[in-house]
DNA sequence: AGCCAGGACGGAA
DNA sequence: TTCCGTCATGGC
């Protein structure tokens, strides 16, 4: 068990801000997670935040997941006090991160988010994952699934993505996942790459386009300068920015302000 | 019943 | 380059 003051944290926020499907509820403000290959129970109250986990885990896996050596303090300091919008964006996601999730369950997961809902993405990942991810047990006897392999999906043919109910997207998944099983996409390397290159490198992999790939290196590379634009932020950019958003202001990390105005937009 | 959900793709124009 | 029809599924 760890024990931890959080600021700029609020795991309410994380776990329904749209960037992760792996949270799973667990009671008030306690949730269970699956990440990096484990499994972990957190709960908050107020800003303690407990970690059922060791403390080396904590310090060599839960750190850097949640970004916490970040200052999202300066982060939110940077917003111009006239800019009403994303005050109250910040006012109402303050507790937000972006996560360091792995690669290929990112790109996979934006795969299925296309022309679709939380909700029924959050489905589709669990039915992925108890179908063909490999059964894991932690120290403490919790069975979970970890998340299907590239390799493992390569193998399925759209027969066996049927349960899953991924609609048009399985054709997506199945070839994104050949393309890696293969090596013709090299995840090892696109993770060396600068933002531009693992941007186009993401967009040969099938069903990965502009504003996919931009969610795949905002949320499992950390490029935080990344600017996904779904229909949300379209929406929110025609109407609260006609004349352009600000991104020189937040150059190198406007991709904070992007998951802050997305959270706003999902729960105003 | 029709519209929308963290869009991408292939083919026209 | 931009535009357009199409692609599954489920909740409202």
């Given at each position: 068990m760890t024990e931890r003051i959080l600021e700029d944290f609020d795991l309410?926020?994380?776990?329904?801000?749209?960037?992760?499907?792996?949270?799973?509820p667990l009671g008030e403000r306690q949730y269970a997670l699956v990440a990096g290959g484990r499994y972990v129970e957190i709960a908050q109250q107020g800003s303690c935040v407990r970690f059922a986990c060791p403390e080396d885990e904590f310090e060599t896996v839960w750190r850097l997941y949640f970004d916490l050596d970040a200052d999202y303090g300066r982060y939110k300091g940077a917003v111009a006090k006239r800019d009403k919008y994303l005050q109250s964006a910040i006012e109402a996601g303050g507790g937000l991160r972006i996560l360091r999730q792995?690669?290929?369950?990112?790109?996979?997961?934006?795969?299925?988010?296309?022309?679709?809902?939380?909700?029924?993405?959050?489905?589709?990942?669990?039915?992925?994952c108890s179908l063909f991810g490999e059964t894991c047990y932690n120290s403490s006897g919790q069975v979970y699934n970890a998340f299907p392999s590239a390799a493992r999906l390569a193998a399925c043919?759209?027969?066996?993505?049927?349960?899953?109910?991924?609609?048009?997207?399985?054709?997506?998944?199945?070839?994104?996942?050949?393309?890696?099983?293969?090596?013709?996409?090299?995840?090892?390397?696109?993770?060396?790459?600068?933002?531009?290159?693992?941007?186009?490198?993401?967009?040969?992999?099938?069903?990965?386009?502009?504003?996919?790939?931009?969610?795949?290196?905002?949320?499992?590379?950390?490029?935080?300068?990344?600017?996904?634009?779904?229909?949300?932020?379209?929406?929110?950019?025609?109407?609260?920015?006609?004349?352009?958003?600000?991104?020189?202001?937040?150059?190198?990390?406007?991709?904070?302000?992007?998951?802050?105005?997305?959270?706003?937009?999902?729960?105003?």
């Open positions: 309410d926020q994380i776990a329904r801000s749209g960037q992760c499907f792996r949270f799973r792995e690669l290929w369950e990112v790109i996979v997961c934006f795969i299925i988010s296309q022309q679709n809902n939380i909700a029924r993405i959050t489905k589709c990942v669990e039915n992925l043919t759209p027969d066996d993505l049927t349960p899953i109910r991924l609609g048009y997207r399985a054709k997506y998944i199945l070839s994104a996942a050949r393309q890696v099983a293969a090596g013709e996409v090299d995840l090892a390397a696109v993770r060396q790459m600068d933002h531009t290159h693992a941007q186009a490198e993401l967009m040969r992999l099938s069903g990965v386009g502009v504003k996919v790939a931009e969610c795949i290196c905002l949320f499992a590379l950390h490029h935080i300068d990344a600017f996904p634009i779904d229909t949300h932020i379209r929406r929110m950019l025609d109407e609260h920015y006609p004349k352009g958003f600000p991104l020189r202001r937040y150059k190198g990390f406007a991709g904070v302000m992007q998951q802050y105005a997305f959270y706003y937009e999902l729960v105003k």
